[in-house]
């Protein structure tokens, strides 16, 4: 059979498209899009810089998770400068100025944190910290291959000289309803001198245990050497931490040249607010309940086909775990002439007492228990006589 040229092309120019779908259904089934691996940005641009006591706190926004892998060391850069140098600096002239105070490991960035933490311990001495000395830093990521990212924002701040020392003394009184913790202000600042530069306090509270950073308890700074802590729970110890607060004496000024360097689109310095002292000396407070409930009132008795009955309102407490059913032959007998009939701890507020004698007259109280094993005082007593 003769087959003409165009015939010819009619027919197997769809060849290839033939061969593509006859490839593409011979794959596979196509599996579930799998999530991006997380990769943490090798550039920052919000490091802050806060003071507490002699120590200059950075932060900064960083998430390290099991897949980083970039990571290799975060490289700490700190200039010492005067307090009125121009806050806008090269990135060049600051290199070549500042110096690496400190290198940090990427292990010792805590897994799935949203932000890192780094400390430059100044010393509390006289001298240490110059007034009118502005400190600026910026951190670099280097990566597993040694290559550097850029150099993050600029963190700037004019340190307060004369801060108070931490409060001593601190102390923990247990009631039913609060811990009361109270403390010694300090007599001095931190670096000696007087007279102390105090206008409140912060408390702060971490669970034992817990892998929580301490939380301040107060909303407002606090003006008095006390503080109830209200918002507890018995049986969990705790750890406390009190803080003074310093203020700078040209505050307003400060916070008008910082909010004129954030319209300039310039690095302020910190300290615009208040500071706080280095911490107190961690007082460890178990909150124990050793405190009994209210004893059981309105107790009436009754007595049909030689059986007792009791009843009771029930305690209100919330912790409440029962009651204890007492029994004895006379009104005033002593204490180990009370026998306990309950076997185990009773939960409701009644009681069958089948086991008396038809004539005799028994006497009867009860007692509540919390849950951490706290009796009450007996109620009032009562008696009754069995009838045949």
Known sequence: MKISVATFFNRFRLLPLFALLTLLTACGKIGEPLPPIPRTPLIVDELKVVQEGSRMVLRFPL????????????????????????????????????SVIASIPADQIPLNRSAATFVDPLEPLPGSIVRGVRYRYAIRIVNRNGAAADLSNYAMILPLTDVAAPPAGVAA?????????????????????????????????????????????????????????????FGLSYEYQVRAISQPPNQANQANQANQ???????????????????????????????????????????????????????????????????????????????????????????????VTAGKTYFYRITAVDRFGNESLPSAIVSETVLP
């Open 173 to 233: 009184a247990q009631t039913e309803r609060e811990i009361v913790i109270t403390w010694q202000p300090p007599p001095r600042n931190a670096n000696g001198t007087t007279p102390v530069n105090l206008a409140g306090y912060n408390i702060y509270r971490k669970t034992v245990g817990s892998e929580v950073p301490p939380t301040r308890l107060n909303r407002a700074p606090i003006t008095e050497p006390r503080f109830s802590d209200q918002l507890f729970q």
């Open 63 to 98: 998430v390290r998770s099991r897949q980083t892998r970039e990571i290799d060391r975060i490289d700490v850069y700190r200039l010492v400068e005067s307090g009125t140098d121009p806050a806008g600096l090269p990135v060049e002239v600051f290199a070549s100025r500042a």
């Open 261 to 355: 360097a954030n319209q300039a689109n310039q690095p302020s310095s910190g300290n615009t607010g208040i500071v706080e002292s280095d911490e107190s000396p961690t007082l460890l407070h178990q909150a124990k309940d050793s405190f009994a409930p209210a004893a059981p009132g309105s107790l009436t008795i009754a007595s049909v086909n030689r059986i007792v009955s009791l009843f009771w309102p029930l305690n209100t407490e919330a912790d409440i775990a029962g009651y204890h059913i007492y029994r004895a032959d006379e009104e005033n007998a002593p204490l180990a002439g009370w026998r306990r009939l309950d076997p185990q701890l009773h939960q409701t507020g009644s009681w069958r007492d089948d086991r």
